[in-house]
């Protein structure tokens, strides 16, 4: 579904990605760990067409998104939970969810097709606002309440919700337990497993190791820009020094790990 390869992108004279690759397939849920600075977020935003790389290419499906708008990506499928929730604290949270349907039900166009486009358009989106409330009830209890007045699980609930009304097919979700309890992050963590299970592609940017570990099919070890090893948990907990650097004790399977 999602292909990275060899993808370069600086800040300045500061190399953030380093040649960075990846692949997500349908279905599967992908983590992406890494210390702060080794890359994490700046991958996710040139997925999402936030940045530019200077080399490589991304493909989704079999067309290159790398250089595409925001908005375009978007509208192909892709959506993001950005990191710290950045929620619009003014607006209600109802608001904050139909601003997540933007690009994906409202076009510049709409407004020379006439009404029977308009209305199609707004069925669309109150069925998939209420799809949303379903997955989280608490969202559709405080609908009319300003979101900055959410506590902190909420407003990622809220931010997953608004990602979700895009209608995505791949969801990236850039550091979910960031300032959680972790009460909480297990409570955010059922609403995305019923997610997984409706088919819903995920790749997960996360610092917390083990919490990754336990969700993802597969891992990327990012540091300094650079993959430094991928596979399946069980694989990377094999690796001594990988433990040791990122998983926090010494934990062994007979798993194996690709490192490049």
């Not at 083990?210 to 070890?221: F, H, I, K, M, T």
Request: hydrophobic share 40%.
């Amino acid at each position: 579904m999602l292909s990275v390869r060899d993808v370069v992108v600086s800040y300045g004279r500061i190399r953030a990605l380093q040649g960075v690759s990846l692949e997500v397939q349908p279905g599967e849920w992908v983590a992406v760990i890494g210390p702060n600075g080794a890359g994490k977020t700046t991958l996710v935003n040139t997925i999402s067409g936030l940045l530019r790389p200077e080399q490589g290419e991304i493909r989704f499906g079999d067309r290159r998104i790398d250089g595409a708008s925001p908005a375009a990506v978007v509208r192909r499928g892709i959506s993001q939970v950005p990191e710290g929730r950045q929620v619009f604290g003014d607006l209600s949270v109802e608001d904050n969810l139909r601003l997540g349907a933007y690009s994906r039900f409202f076009r510049s166009s709409w407004l020379f097709d006439g009404y029977p486009r308009l209305w199609r358009d707004r069925r669309a989106l109150q069925h998939t606002l209420g799809q949303v409330n379903d997955l989280f009830p608490r969202l559709a209890a405080c609908r009319s309440r300003p979101a900055g007045t959410l506590s902190g699980g909420e407003q990622q609930m809220l931010a997953i919700g608004r990602a979700l009304m895009a209608q995505p097919q791949l969801l990236l979700v850039d550091e979910l337990s960031l300032g959680l309890a972790p009460l909480v992050v297990r409570d955010i963590v059922v609403h995305l497993q019923a997610l997984r299970r409706a088919g819903l592609t995920l790749v997960l940017i996360e610092q917390n190791a083990g919490l990754a570990l336990s969700l993802a099919d597969r891992v990327y070890v990012l540091e300094s820009g650079r993959v430094r090893a991928h596979g399946t948990p069980g694989a990377l907990r094999a690796q001594p020094d990988l433990v040791q650097a990122y998983l926090g004790g010494p934990r062994r399977s007979a798993d194996t790990v690709h490192s490049p």
